[in-house]
DNA sequence: GCCAACGTTGGC
DNA sequence: GCCAACGTTGGC
């Protein structure tokens, strides 16, 4: 049975630039959010994201540091394999294909912000009040709150959903 | 490049 | 279980 509309939900995942960008999903059309190492990150992709969730993709350690546009989960989490590749720069060794710590998503880009939106910008709005990239947070994976959602992609210039 | 904030590790 | 030391993140 599908989720109601209201049931969806929304999230922000971080990435640099220099090593994923928006234009390069863009470009592969799809990709495994992979690598996380973060165990608060991880239950999120494990246990919370579900297909069809919204995704603003925010460009770190980027001049400036900006969302930059919206992405949408198209399968929901799975054991990270790069987990278990010692030829991986995110091997892990303590963790057991038995018994998986890490997982990842698949997401897939919707459409880029006519406008990205620098961090001191959304420093400025109240309606982000309590938003976690805005507080002392350095997760990689983190929700963000339909409020929220609804007033970024009206600033950003996308589109209300797909 | 600096460095503050944060998360993880490991000795005890 | 505490907490100091260490490594990483990420804005500036």
């Known amino acids: 049975m599908p989720r109601q ?10 990435s640099e630039p220099d090593s994923y960008s ?3 999903l863009q470009a592969d059309g799809r990709t495994f959010w992979h690598g996380v190492r973060n165990y608060q990150a991880r239950n999120l992709l494990r246990d919370e994201i ?26 929901a989490g799975y054991p990270d394999a790069t987990a278990f590749d010692p030829a991986s720069d995110y091997h892990d060794p303590k963790s057991n294909p038995q018994d998986p710590t890490w997982f ?27 938003m976690v990239l805005l507080q002392k947070s350095r997760l990689s994976v983190q929700p963000v709150a339909p409020g929220q959602w609804r007033h970024l992609l009206a600033s950003g210039g996308a589109k209300e959903s797909w």
């Open 5 to 14: 509309a209201s049931a969806r939900r929304y999230w922000l995942f971080k």
């Open 22 to 24: 928006f234009a390069q």
């Open 50 to 75: 579900q297909v069809d969730d919204g995704v603003l993709f925010y460009h770190s350690n980027a001049s400036p540091p900006a969302l930059v546009g919206v992405a949408k989960v198209v399968r």
């Open 104 to 130: 990842q998503v698949d997401i897939a880009p919707v459409q880029p912000f006519r406008r990205p939106l620098p961090l001191a910008e959304l420093r400025e709005m109240p309606e982000l009040e309590g």
